[in-house]
């Protein structure tokens, strides 16, 4: 299977900031990566897919990079609502994985 | 609107047996994978497998192989997660969740998430 590693696991930040979440896979996954948001209690949301295409309606602060096995998700100016946690999965193999998570708290 | 509804939360004794259930609406249901994810309490989300809709056809993750099972009903466009011989375990969130690619060349991605059903495992 193909591992998914996320880092940092939590990250502290203020509103405002402009934040980099990183996620590496075990081996090339071409573009097939996608990047949610899950807030407490809540079903995670798609953000981000094929690495960097934004989903509807999502603000455009948010943004996606990388191809092969290295791949980022920026927030540039970071939000009250943004605090929460991220997950990046690939979709290249039928066999799916996530990441272990971020998790984006306030400083 | 697009959505998927699944069934309210569950209390079983170690032993028994669950099935969760996800009903689709505002599209066609057979058109997209079903896939179902795990979240223990505190934990990241962990992906079980899918279900062809069209086929029935389900894979399993590494794990979730014997005890839990995939099915539908395409009747009613609802998938179903059954799993027998409950363990503490098992106690978590499970989501379904389409998965949907925007061209037959894109990556696919899961778009639309049910609102999670918790099973709880306990004497």
């Known amino acids: 299977d193909i591992q998914m590693t996320q880092s940092p696991s939590s990250l502290s930040a203020s509103v405002g900031d402009r934040v980099t979440i990183t996620c590496r896979a075990s081996?090339?996954?071409?573009?097939?990566l996608n990047w949610y948001q899950q807030k407490p209690g809540k079903a995670p949301k798609l953000l981000i897919y094929a690495a960097s295409s934004l989903q509807s309606g999502v603000p455009s602060r948010f943004s996606g990079s990388g191809s092969g096995t290295d791949f980022t998700l920026t927030i540039s100016s970071l939000q009250p609502e943004d605090f929460a946690t991220y997950y990046c999965q690939q979709s290249y193999s039928t066999l799916h994985t996530f990441g272990q998570g971020t998790k984006l708290e306030i400083k | 609107q697009v959505q998927l509804v699944q069934s309210g939360s569950e209390l079983k004794k170690p032993g028994a047996s669950v099935k969760v259930s996800c009903k689709a609406s505002g599209y066609t249901f057979t058109s997209y994978a079903m896939n179902w994810v795990r979240q223990a309490p505190g934990q990241g989300l962990e992906w079980m497998g899918w279900i062809n809709t069209n086929t029935g056809n389900p894979t399993y993750a590494q794990g979730f192989t014997g005890r839990f099972v995939f099915s539908l009903d395409t009747s009613v466009s609802t998938a179903y997660l059954q799993i027998s011989s409950l363990k503490a375990e098992d106690t978590a969130v499970y989501y379904c969740?389409?998965?949907?690619?925007?061209?037959?060349?894109?990556?696919?991605?899961?778009?639309?998430w049910g609102q999670g059903t918790m099973v709880t495992v306990s004497s």
């Open positions: 081996q090339s996954i071409s573009s097939y």
């Open positions: 969740a389409r998965e949907w690619a925007p061209t037959v060349t894109t990556p696919s991605a899961f778009d639309i």
